[in-house]
């Protein structure tokens, strides 16, 4: 399944992102999107779980969870 993590903090790190999914499950990509020019977060990432139920799992454990000060937002890829 495709996950669109969003309202990230900017300054979380890929590595980082991809930890908070990892304890639900296998984790297929972890795209975080960052800024050509700076090269820091734009404050929102893809993933990409093999196993249905594990992302279902994280999706609604992170889904409005604060991390770093900001409450992230976890969906479903509409169409993926």
């Not at 404050?43 to 000060?69: H, N």
């Amino acid at each position: 399944m495709k996950i669109l993590a969003r309202n990230l903090a900017r300054n979380i790190t890929q590595d980082e992102l991809k930890q908070m999914f990892v304890t639900f499950g296998e984790v297929k990509s972890c795209d975080l999107v960052l800024d050509q020019v700076t090269g820091k977060s734009k404050g929102f990432g893809f993933l990409e779980m093999p196993v249905e139920a594990a992302a279902s799992a994280a999706i609604k454990a992170l889904d409005g969870k604060t991390v770093q000060g900001t409450k992230m937002r976890v969906k479903k890829v509409k169409g993926a």
